[in-house]
């Protein structure tokens, strides 16, 4: 379950013999639209990194580096002279970082004289940069600039966009005295968004909210969040969904091969790197229970809590790309943060118990997921805007959205009943407002 999300340059002197930031950039038309993070990163100075480049144009392969780079865009040194305007896919390799996709435009080509690869500075902007985007990078601005070793491992590979959907948010860059913008906003009498709420959306999030109340209320979270879950049954689930845990990273990388724009490409795979760290935190969890690896790796799941596994597995193998990010990342990311943050309270409360030592580490997996979780989803949902096509399969991301809550549920509830203390009645009652099947549940 993931972790995981956005100004005009004010023209001042920079040091001596640099240039003005504007004139280094060419970003005085960007559009007043931008972000408040992009604003005051911009208040200071531009970060000089020469990062090399590589530039495929016309079946070309050309070599640059970059001048210096904000969250807003940056500027080029190579031997090429672009047109302004033209819409590219930029890929950024930081090293072991991160790695991030992002559509951006030329805004100027003018000609200089360093004496490297080229003779050209290209001033390229990001074309509808979005927060969790512009967070990133400024992460790995700040981890560059601390670390040579890094920049030398760094690479931005350019390429002249060709998709259409890369090409929308370039237009909608655009200044607002363009010509074809302005006849555009005439003529719909509305503004100009890049990613439209369809109406099935709103349904979607009240459809679910009962599946995902009925996770955050179950007695297992709940009771762990006051602590008065017995350290048996604690374990028990912890132990239990390790397998499951272990195994996200995987359905999300199974997404990539299907994804058919930048934007939802750049997500899953920042997804996976984030995703791939989170196994060993959970065992790091475990130890500070009292839970001995080797218990973890051999573990077997009740079929219950398996269940949930193999449905992730079939999901993601044989749905569409709509239908996996829904019932992964959309349903399962989207409730956890609400899981980290209810389960964390009640750590405290299980500190020096029999065999217990939480430290630092073992709160790692519940605090980056009470604290950021709620990127994930975000991104997913543009991602099912974007492959959500047709009504038949706005029903199908309903259910596997559904689907999924449910068998979360499930594992949570016999991991509750099937480890609770001797001597604790067993009462049977309906699960609210769930689905026919999962209606009687055992406790």
Partial sequence: MGRQNRGQIANTPSKPGEQTRTQSTG???????????????????????????????????????TQDISPGGFRLISDTDPSPGTPLDLKFSFADICFLNISGQVIFCLPVDDGKFGNKAIGIKFAAIRDWEQIILLSSIKELTQTVSSREKSLLT???????LAQEPVNLGRPTHSPTTAKAIKRSKKPLK?????????????????????????????????????????????????????????????????TRDSFSRGVMIDNVRVEKRHAEQWVYMAQGFGIDPEELYTVEPLPQVDALTHWLWSINTQGTLAEAVGA????????????????????????????????????????????????????????????????????????????????????????????????????????????????????
């Avoid at 038309?29 to 531009?46: M, T």
């Avoid at 599946?211 to 689930?237: F, P």
């Avoid at 580490?361 to 997921?369: G, L």
């Avoid at 949902?381 to 991301?397: A, N, P, Q, S």
């Fill in 194 to 258: 890049f990613s439209p709420d369809p109406g099935w959306v709103l349904d979607l999030k009240r459809y679910i909210e009962p599946y995902s109340n009925a996770v955050l209320q179950s007695r297992l979270i709940q009771e762990a969040s006051a602590g008065t879950l017995s350290l048996k049954q604690m374990r028990a689930w912890i132990m239990q969904l390790y397998p499951f845990i272990e195994t996200f990273p995987k359905w999300i990388a199974l997404n990539i091969s299907k």
């Fill in 27 to 65: 970003e005085e038309a960007a559009p007043s639209a931008q972000s408040s993070l992009a604003r005051d990163y911009r208040r200071h100075k531009r970060e000089v990194l020469n990062i090399p480049s590589r530039l495929w144009i016309q079946d070309k392969e050309l070599s640059g580096y």
């Fill in 328 to 443: 992964t990342n959309y349903a399962i990311e989207g409730v956890t943060q609400g899981i980290a943050r209810l389960t964390i309270r009640g750590f405290p409360l299980y500190d020096r118990l029999d065999g217990v030592h939480l430290d630092e580490k073992a709160y790692w997996w519940m605090e980056a997921h009470a604290r950021y979780d709620d990127l994930h989803p975000i991104q997913a949902l543009e991602i099912m805007k974007l492959y959500t096509t047709t009504k038949d399969l706005e029903g199908k991301v309903k259910f596997a959205t559904r689907r999924s809550l449910e068998y979360l549920l499930m594992a949570l509830e016999t991991c509750y009943t099937r480890f609770r203390p001797e001597g604790v009645e067993k009462e049977v009652l309906a699960v609210p407002k769930m689905d026919k099947g999962f209606v009687a549940q055992v406790r």
């Fill in 158 to 164: 350019i390429v002249v966009s060709k998709d259409a």
